[in-house]
């Protein structure tokens, strides 16, 4: 927004320089065109709530043409998204309602975002969740998810699903002392996982998610994509539900 406004006021008090050079002002000579960039400029100065409505106008554009360009991507990788045939499925394995999240265990905003798709879930049984691990934000992160990832591989769902909502719950470090306690009370190998922790398998998994969310332009966690859309960043569980039925109604 800032930048926005910056860029209207450069425009305004700098005579319309640029705006000269355009074809519409090839027939106005240059006392013409400064008179013409002067009555603009009084006229915003005068009433500079058109520039507010100016910028709402451009930021409604904008956010069109994000969610269009979102879009595409969505509906040109939907196999790697919901189909992977390697992730973890939450919720309904046959639902109709197609959810993935991107998931960093380091990321705060992914933590809180947690007990929200939990209950998301739960109220809504026809939701198939795709959980992809994604870790960005460091050694941490990226032992965590190898870690999940392998008790996946080693002991299978329910083992993965305690441990993955052991981690996402958790506030300290993740370090294999932490990790491997959490394995154990998920019911997974601890120490199976460890000697599988960087195998290639885990590594390929993980390179996977990352060249998916490079394609798709993804930067940051939580992001979640439901149905076509793309959400990036922690989104309220009202609003998911919403979301939800809106996409539940176009499916009926």
Known sequence: MKSLLLSLSLFLFTGFAAAQTTPVFDDMTEAQTEAFGAAVRDYLLTNPEVIMEAVAVLEQRQ???????????????????????????????????????????????????????????????????????????????????????????????????????????????????????????????????????????VTQMIQTNMRLAQNMQITGTPTFVLGGQMMRGYVPLAQMQIMVDDLRATLE
């Open 63 to 201: 956010q069109q043409a994000a969610a269009q360009t979102d879009g595409d991507l969505v509906r040109r990788y939907a196999e790697d998204l919901f189909y992977d045939g390697y992730s973890f499925i939450e919720g309904n394995p046959d639902g109709q309602i197609l959810m993935v999240e991107f998931i960093d265990y380091k990321c705060s905003f992914c933590k809180r975002a947690h007990p929200d798709v939990k209950a998301l879930l739960e109220a809504n049984d026809d939701i198939r969740l795709v959980i992809k691990e994604f870790p960005i934000l460091g050694a941490e992160s990226t032992l965590a998810s190898r870690a999940a990832i392998s008790v996946l591989i080693n002991d299978g769902n329910d083992a993965y699903y305690n441990f993955y909502d052991a981690v996402m719950t958790f506030n300290g470090p993740l370090n294999e002392a932490t990790l491997t306690r959490m394995a154990t009370e998920s019911g997974a190998d601890a120490e199976l996982m460890m000697e599988t922790v960087n195998s290639p398998l």
